[in-house]
């Protein structure tokens, strides 16, 4: 068994005031352009859909919703992989379709976005989980 343990603070985004810039959720997140990647675990082993899984995600600074960028598929995200983030708690939740033989299955996930330390080069942003039933 491996136990890791990180205690971030969550600094939620934040309106423009005065002459001082709005502090954007993207902002927060350290990320430079308006995508990120995803890495799912142990999907290989449980389901052929792995392959169709998000590889790539965008969020849309303005909206903070996340969307599909990669893999295209047709048709569009055929995984059904959807997340909502709260950016004043950083928390996640979500779900994806996974579709193997004669087998349909939604799998809930949740999460939490982290805003990692300046010397914290790992580039995790957020991590989950989920649970098939």
């Avoid at 992989?81 to 809930?108: E, N, Y």
């Amino acid at each position: 068994m491996d136990t890791r343990f990180t205690l971030d603070p969550w600094l939620s985004p934040a309106l423009a005031k005065g002459f001082v810039p709005a502090i954007t959720l993207k902002n927060r997140l350290g990320l430079t352009a308006n995508q990120f990647t995803a890495k799912h675990s142990l999907i290989p082993i449980i389901s052929a859909s792995f392959a169709y899984l998000p590889t790539n995600l965008g969020l849309n600074a303005t909206t903070n919703v996340v969307s599909v960028v990669a893999p295209v598929t047709t048709p569009a995200n055929i995984t059904k992989w959807k997340v909502t983030i709260t950016p004043t708690t950083g928390a996640f939740v979500g779900s994806l379709v996974l579709t193997d033989v004669g087998k349909t299955r939604t799998v809930p996930l949740t999460g939490i976005m982290r805003q990692s330390p300046s010397n914290d080069l790992s580039g995790l942003i957020g991590d989950g989980n989920f649970l098939l039933g």
